[in-house]
């Protein structure tokens, strides 16, 4: 069963505009990652904020996290065409995998 | 080697053959883990082996599915008796250490006609 579930499900935007999804999930947890997955193959890993940190920044994203509401917010500034692609929040708790889910389609508009 | 390499990339197979699908994980990661993923879905987990052994196999869809990984490196999922509900990409990822990022290897595309 899936853990997180984005939203939305789907998002498009401008190029040069910021692109924001949400994940939420419903058990305790001991880390979140984000991922993207172009062309439906391989997934990319983004970044991973652990439950007792706040934000976590890399490059043009910035991660939240906050674990009273069992959520976190990606947020892509400035937009390129080559963002275009599927996001997936993972979820880890205190055992071996990580829980994905279904994912949020983002298309930059050139 | 320097990514997860999965083979083939693609396989089309007959209902009730069986396949093998293979993946090569990092050099040195212990972690190894097979996902499903069918069309414009999430991930499935399947399964987890942490260097030989696999700790929990309770994703295997049915008994039809089964895993295994040899000297700490290639694993080897197989599927006997294909059926059209088997049609997804099959994606392979491995991590130096539990709770850690994973690597994925480019999938497999397995279409059962």
């Known amino acids: 069963s899936q853990q997180g579930e984005e939203d939305p499900q789907a998002l498009s935007i401008q190029e040069g505009e910021n692109a924001t999804m949400n994940c939420s999930y419903k058990?305790?947890?001991?880390?979140l990652q984000w991922y993207r997955q172009n062309s439906g193959r391989g997934l990319v890993h983004l970044i991973l904020?652990?439950?007792?940190?706040r934000e976590k920044h890399s490059g043009r994203l910035r991660v939240t996290l906050d674990t009273s509401k069992k959520s976190s917010s990606l947020l892509i500034t400035a937009s390129r065409a080559a963002d275009t692609a599927s996001y997936f929040c993972?979820?880890?708790?205190?055992?071996?995998?990580?829980?994905f889910g279904a994912g949020t389609t983002v298309t930059v508009r050139a | 080697g320097a990514g997860v390499s999965q083979s083939p990339s693609n396989k089309v197979t007959e209902k009730g053959k069986d396949v093998e699908l293979r993946c090569d994980p990092i050099?040195?990661?212990?972690?190894l883990y097979w996902y499903r993923q069918s069309l414009g879905q999430g991930l499935e987990f399947l399964i987890y082996?942490?260097?030989?052994?696999?700790?929990?196999k309770s994703g295997l869809p049915s008994d039809r599915f089964s895993a295994e990984r040899t000297g700490g490196s290639v694993s080897t999922l197989t599927i006997q008796r294909t059926q059209q509900e088997d049609s997804a990409v099959y994606l392979c990822?491995?991590?130096?250490?539990?709770?850690?990022?994973?690597?994925f290897g480019s999938g497999t595309r397995l279409t059962v006609v």
């Open positions: 050099s040195g990661h212990t972690a």
């Open positions: 058990t305790s947890i001991n880390n």
């Open positions: 082996f942490q260097g030989n052994s696999a700790p929990d």
């Open positions: 993972a979820t880890g708790s205190n055992d071996y995998k990580l829980s």
């Open positions: 904020i652990r439950s007792n940190e």
């Open positions: 990822a491995s991590s130096l250490e539990r709770q850690t990022g994973y690597t």
